[in-house]
Nanobody, 121 residues
Framework: QVQLVESGGGLVQAGGSLRLSCAAS??????MAWFRQAPGKEREFVAV????????NYADSVKGRFTISRDNAKNTVYLQMNSLKPEDTAVYYC????????????????WGQGTQVTVSS
């Protein structure tokens, strides 16, 4: 069993930055992913990181602006979001993933409750 708790969301102006955190408890030796879901849209993949942190993958829409990282000593995964755009507005979720790649939601087994990110224009 794994428990995931996201934090760090909020309201930011376009061009600004936020850093999301995902604290894990329980069994934590997982590939970890971030997803987001905007109102009326499907949940979409954002980024993924291997257990060691050596391998990452990003959605094209965030590549070059977002960085996923992890601190296994703290059982925490981060998503640094820079140059934010209004279209980045969504609820952001972390999840444990079954592989390192552009995973689908059905390839993730544990989920956090989400944290809201709102980017104003």
């Amino acid at each position: 069993q794994v428990q995931l708790v996201e934090s760090g969301g909020g309201l930011v102006q376009a061009g600004g930055s936020l850093r999301l955190s995902c604290a894990a408890s329980g069994r934590t030796r997982y590939v970890m992913a971030w997803f987001r879901q905007a109102p009326g849209k499907e949940r979409e993949f954002v980024a993924v990181i291997s257990w060691s942190g050596d391998t990452t993958n990003y959605a094209d829409s965030v590549k070059g602006r977002f960085t996923i990282s992890r601190d296994n000593a703290k059982n925490t995964v981060y998503l640094q979001m820079n140059s934010l755009k209004p279209e980045d507005t969504a609820v952001y979720y972390c999840a444990t993933a079954l592989r390192v790649g552009r995973v689908r939601p059905d390839e993730c087994n544990y989920w956090g409750q989400g944290t809201q990110v709102t980017v104003s224009s």
